[in-house]
Nanobody
Framework: QVQLVESGGGLVQAGGSLSLSCAVS????????MGWFRQAPEKEREFVAA????????DYADSVKGRFTGSRDNTKNTVYLQMNNPKPEDAAVYYC?????????????????WGQGTQVTVSS
């Protein structure tokens, strides 16, 4: 059983920075592709970032490209999302997701495991 626990959410001022973390249980973390998604009220869950098993390849939604950076530390079973220059429209519940695969995966239906989410609020 794979469990994911996000942390680091909270209130951030627009233009500031916030770092999210996602701790993943299990000994095979390095074999999992990881993703970050978000869901705002009354909206569909949407892709934010994806990181391959090594952290060497990543993909981002156009709306966050150049502002958000995904990374992972396979020695700590943790994936990160660094949010720089957040905007009010970035406010949402952020979820990390994992799937037993090596590549970069941008579709939410491609992920088998999900965390419970962490709220990010951006003040203008």
């Amino acid at each position: 059983q794979v469990q994911l626990v996000e942390s680091g959410g909270g209130l951030v001022q627009a233009g500031g920075s916030l770092s999210l973390s996602c701790a993943v249980s299990g000994r095979t973390f390095r074999r999992y592709a990881m993703g970050w998604f978000r869901q705002a009220p009354e909206k569909e869950r949407e892709f934010v970032a994806a990181i391959d098993w090594s952290g060497g390849r990543s993909d981002y939604a156009d709306s966050v490209k150049g502002r958000f950076t995904g990374s992972r530390d396979n020695t700590k079973n943790t994936v990160y999302l660094q949010m720089n220059n957040p905007k009010p429209e970035d406010a949402a519940v952020y979820y990390c997701a994992a799937d037993y695969a090596l590549g970069v995966k941008a579709g939410k239906d491609e992920y088998a495991y999900w965390g419970q989410g962490t709220q990010v609020t951006v003040s203008s």
